[in-house]
């Protein structure tokens, strides 16, 4: 019986555990002499179902379709944006995630001699709490992994991956500075699939026990990457295709025309990835002895020759540089911007090299390209012995596996994190004298307690808002991603949601109060309690409705000026 972090990367996952008799923190692999980092893949073909590493080997090979990138895709709906990627009915991301997990966690309790997963945290992108089409993958993750027969069901929790990693590194300060950490860390995570950065505040806990640890608050987050034209957008796998897309096409192979997007595209992009990781030193060298503005001299420096089919595509210096610029420099700078806006309105002084109660740090496998490290670098002026990154770094292996080692912490309860609203959700309703009310039951930014009922409450006197439903249920609510609480996605129910949410209300009044919940992984249930008019008074009996896939919530939906 163990508890383990995941790291359930878009392009590499990443298993770790906190002994907790010796205080050890470790990723773990899934066999003697296998690394770690296990791609996040898996073939199917000839009869056989791989994953890691063998399914990686069957790119562009006879025979056999490999999946990437399902974790990205696990919300998608769009079925040509899924089979452009290879996707189908039967081969589905929600149904390769699954395999891939299963054989990922099935292996690494093998290796540990293990039979049982008691509790089980795994990472996932902040964006995802930022979109409507995307909240609903914590959700599909979290059935994912409670389906499985050798994970304890109620031990499954989903969390924000620089959440994680934001706990990795206020435990790596309590290591070195032999203290709690107390202050600001911004994360800035980024991997193939998204960039999440990720603003939190740390605060020492006592507990209950008397003894001190460290609790974690988000206080802001932004990020990019989504699914764009079919591919995963504006982080590191995007960044690999252009490049290979681009350099293919230079090399006059396809007449100047896009190469197909293929096992041989794919193979060559696993080959640019492999020269990419192998030779970062090396890559740092030639753009500090050019500089970023002498583009001509770069180009005619050689990076790789990547295979490409029987024949070799060259990729320059000049083009790493050139695609850097053109689809990740100013998405970065950008979303950097914004959360400097967010950190001067709370005057938090993260230009200040020689405070100690602000940390900056970078993880995720994109993180380690020196293009990224150079512009966040330069964004915040980084110089020697700037405290701004002492004592949370163990480190560089600690960097790329911060989200895994930190889901391993919270795993075994070293580090808390207090849970805060990612949106707001509410009623849009009519009132018992026929008004339509708009009424946020959770409010973004909240601080909550998961599995504690938020009822609708009246703007007015803060009472429980009490509304009709005449044909005794509701057909419309609404979920706010923001802070305007006047813009919401609302719309008619989709029929299976529709039916779980009719004839709920009882009473002759048709009258009810409505609350929401939210569990670990933030996955949001509805609480329908009749309310007797002439008494004023609520029923004891509460029906439960869990949501799940907001992305399959609605009919249609909008967002717009909502009535008051």
């Given amino acids: 019986m163990v508890k383990l972090g995941m790291d359930f990367g878009s392009t590499y996952t990443v298993v770790s555990i906190y ?23 898996v073939a199917i073909g000839k009869g056989e179902t791989l ?24 919300a998608v709906t769009d079925s040509q944006k899924l089979a452009e990627r290879g996707y189908d009915e039967e081969h589905s991301p929600e149904k390769i995630t699954r395999l891939f997990i299963e054989g990922v966690l099935s292996q690494v309790l093998e290796s540990l001699h293990e039979t049982w997963i008691d509790k089980l945290v795994v990472g996932v992108p902040e964006i995802w709490n930022n979109k409507l089409e995307t909240l609903g993958g914590k959700a599909m993750l979290r059935d994912i992994c409670r389906s499985l027969d050798f994970i304890n069901a109620d031990g499954v929790k989903v969390v924000s991956e620089p959440a994680a990693a934001s706990a990795y590194f206020a435990h790596n300060y309590y290591l070195i500075a032999k203290k709690n950490y107390e202050g600001s860390i911004l994360l800035v995570d980024y991997g193939g699939g998204t960039l999440d950065i990720t603003l939190s505040q740390v605060m020492a806990s006592e507990q209950t026990d008397g003894t001190n640890s460290m609790e974690l608050k988000v206080l802001e987050r932004n990020g990019a990457g989504e699914n764009v034209e079919g591919r995963v957008g504006e982080a590191g796998i995007v960044y690999m295709e252009t490049v290979m897309d681009w350099a293919i096409r230079r090399s006059g192979l396809t007449d100047g025309e896009a190469p197909e997007y293929d096992g041989t595209f794919y193979r060559a992009v696993d080959d640019l990835e492999m020269e990419l990781q192998t030779s ?19 180009n005619e420096e050689e990076f790789a020759e990547i295979e490409y089919g029987r024949d070799e595509v060259s990729v320059s210096f000049g083009l790493l540089l050139e695609v850097y610029n053109q689809v990740i420099r100013d998405v970065f700078d950008q979303k950097l911007d914004e959360m400097m806006a967010f950190m001067d309105e709370k005057g938090i002084r993260y230009m200040d090299g ?5 940390k900056l740090a970078l993880v995720g496998g994109f993180g380690n390209f020196y293009l990224v490290k150079k512009q966040l670098r330069d964004k915040f002026k980084l110089g020697h012995n700037d405290k701004r990154t002492e004592n949370i770094i163990l480190d560089q292996a ?37 008004r339509i009310c708009m009424n946020y039951a959770i409010r973004y930014k909240q ?5 504690t009922v938020y009822y609708a409450r009246s703007s007015v006197d803060g009472e429980i808002f ?39 209300v009882t009473n002759q009044y048709h009258t009810a109060v409505v609350g929401f919940s939210v569990d670990p992984s933030n996955v949001v249930s509805v609480h329908v309690r009749d309310y007797d008019l002439m008494r ?13 896939r907001f992305n399959d919530l609605f009919e249609a939906s909008a967002v717009g000026q909502l009535p008051r």
Avoid at 354 to 358: A, G, H, M, T
Wanted: net charge negative; aromatic share 8%.
């Fill in 536 to 548: 004023g008074a609520i029923s004891d009996e509460d029906h439960v409705i869990e949501l799940t």
């Fill in 19 to 41: 002994r907790e008799d010796t205080g050890v923190l470790e990723p773990l692999s899934l066999g003697e002499g296998l690394p770690a980092n296990i791609p996040s893949m």
């Fill in 51 to 74: 994953i890691g590493i063998a399914a990686k080997n069957k790119t562009g090979k006879k025979g056999y379709q490999v999946y990437k990138a399902f974790k990205m895709l696990l």
């Fill in 280 to 298: 970062m030193k090396k890559i740092q060298n030639v753009f500090e002895e050019y500089g970023l503005d002498y583009l001509d001299e770069l």
């Fill in 354 to 358: 020689s405070q100690d109660d602000f």
């Fill in 398 to 434: 600690g960097c790329e596996r911060a989200v895994s080692l930190g889901t391993a912490l919270l795993a075994a309860d070293v580090i808390g994190i207090r849970s805060t609203a990612d949106f707001s959700i509410g009623m849009w309703a009519y009132d018992i004298d026929k």
């Fill in 447 to 451: 601080e909550i307690e998961v599995n």
């Fill in 466 to 504: 009490v509304i009709q439903a005449i044909s005794g249920g509701f057909d419309k609510f609404l979920i706010n991603l923001g802070s305007d609480d006047k813009l919401a996605n609302f719309g008619l129910l989709k029929e299976k949601f529709a039916k779980k949410l009719s004839n709920v």
